[in-house]
């Protein structure tokens, strides 16, 4: 399975790009791995999923379902496991968040907080859970309860 992980702005918080690079080094031991930093959002044919079968999209939103880490990674399992799924892609928005079409378009909505983070907090805070939700399944110990 591959994981997308998309940013719909470029990354502009000093260290985070770091940061998410070092997570993204460590998937790429599990995981085939894209990391797409956007300048502008996508266009509407590139938001819709019936275009692309076997792609999962999750948007994250702060209105969206609130999931636990090992909530996160019982569902990296369960995607991982079903042979149709052979992408999940996690859209992050830009300073204005996902648009309508995104979020209507979207297989999950995923709220990493209820608070409202700025964009490139929420990009390293995905990188770190997906990273956290992949430790667990494989049963690295990093995470601890």
């Not at 990391?35 to 938001?47: G, L, R, T, Y």
């Not at 968040?97 to 983070?117: I, K, M, N, Y």
Request: charged letters at 25%; a positive charge.
């Amino acid at each position: 399975m591959r994981l997308i992980l998309t940013k719909q702005a470029k990354v502009v918080l000093p260290g985070i790009r770091d940061l998410c690079q070092m997570y993204e080094t460590r998937l790429k031991r599990f995981y085939d791995i894209d990391c797409i930093e956007q300048k502008s959002a996508p266009s509407k044919a590139s938001k819709s999923n019936a275009s692309n079968p076997g792609i999962l999209t999750v948007a994250l939103d702060e209105k969206g379902a609130t999931w636990t880490s090992r909530d996160l990674a019982t569902k990296l399992q369960s995607w991982a496991d079903d042979p149709r799924v052979k992408s999940v892609r996690f859209v992050v928005g830009d300073a204005h968040g996902l648009s309508q079409d995104v979020r209507d378009s979207a297989d999950f909505t995923w709220g990493l907080s209820p608070l409202t983070l700025q964009g490139d907090l929420a990009w390293l805070i995905l990188w770190e859970q997906v990273y956290r939700a992949v430790t667990l399944n494989k049963g690295i110990p990093y995470h601890h309860d």
